[in-house]
T-cell receptor, first 113, second 115 residues
Framework: AQSVSQHNHHVILSEAASLELGCNYS??????LFWYVQYPGQHLQLLLK??????LVKGIKGFEAEFIKSKFSFNLRKPSVQWSDTAEYFC???????????FGTGTQLKVEL | DTAVSQTPKYLVTQMGNDKSIKCEQN?????MYWYKQDSKKFLKIMFS???????INETVPNRFSPKSPDKAHLNLHINSLELGDSAVYFC??????????????FGEGSRLTVL
């Protein structure tokens, strides 16, 4: 079965700092990869997704992620964070042909003014 | 219009009671899910239905029983509530047929507190 690990549990940054959140998955076959965001008190929303093609994917609000197959990684990046990016970020994976989306444990990002 | 709507948003109840959470999606999706988010924000899938058929049933106590009267609705009934059932329950939907898997649309969550 696939699994997802997010190594950073809590991240605190100042506004305008650059962000990189780590995500690694364990599965040897084809995967679809996702980052979801949960703003305080709200539901999860899709930030970006990778199915195939260009390993660098761009999402909403200036976020991007790079799929590195050899490292089983799908790290999330943003060059300059804003206070409004304060949220919980979840990496998720589903195997090709599978029907179960598995989430990582989440990274809580706090952006300070 | 809310795409995936859950009711109630908040539920406070005593141990031993039975409660239900309802979910409806108006996206025309064929698959619906229940996820449980615990106090540490960990999200774990509980059930999934595709066109009213149960396709995922994780290791969940028998006290939890999902019901899907049609593909737009997926309800969750919980019997004999326990303290450990306190969590936020998220309903989600996706279009499993004809699209890449995994893009889920979530409801706003139902926060269940068992006293």
């Amino acid at each position: 079965a696939q699994s997802v690990s997010q190594h950073n549990h809590h991240v605190i940054l100042s506004e305008a700092a650059s962000l990189e959140l780590g995500c690694n998955y364990s599965y040897g076959g084809t995967v679809n990869l996702f980052w979801y965001v949960q703003y305080p008190g709200q539901h999860l929303q899709l930030l970006l997704k990778y199915f195939s093609g260009d390993p660098l994917v761009k999402g909403i609000k200036g976020f991007e992620a790079e799929f590195i197959k050899s490292k089983f990684s799908f790290n999330l990046r943003k060059p300059s964070v804003q206070w409004s990016d304060t949220a919980e970020y979840f990496c998720a994976v589903i195997t090709g042909g599978g029907n179960k989306l598995t989430f990582g444990t989440g990274t809580q990002l706090k952006v300070e003014l | 219009d809310t795409a995936v709507s859950q009711t109630p948003k908040y539920l406070v109840t005593q141990m031993g009671n039975d409660k239900s959470i309802k979910c409806e999606q108006n996206l025309g999706h064929d698959t619906m899910y229940w996820y449980k988010q615990d106090s540490k924000k960990f999200l774990k899938i509980m059930f999934s239905y595709n066109n009213k058929e149960l396709i995922i049933n994780e290791t969940v106590p028998n006290r939890f029983s999902p019901k899907s009267p049609d593909k737009a609705h997926l309800n969750l009934h919980i019997n004999s509530l326990e303290l450990g059932d306190s969590a936020v329950y998220f309903c989600a939907s996706s279009q499993a047929t004809g699209r890449p898997a995994g893009e889920l649309f979530f409801g706003e969550g139902s926060r269940l507190t068992v006293l």
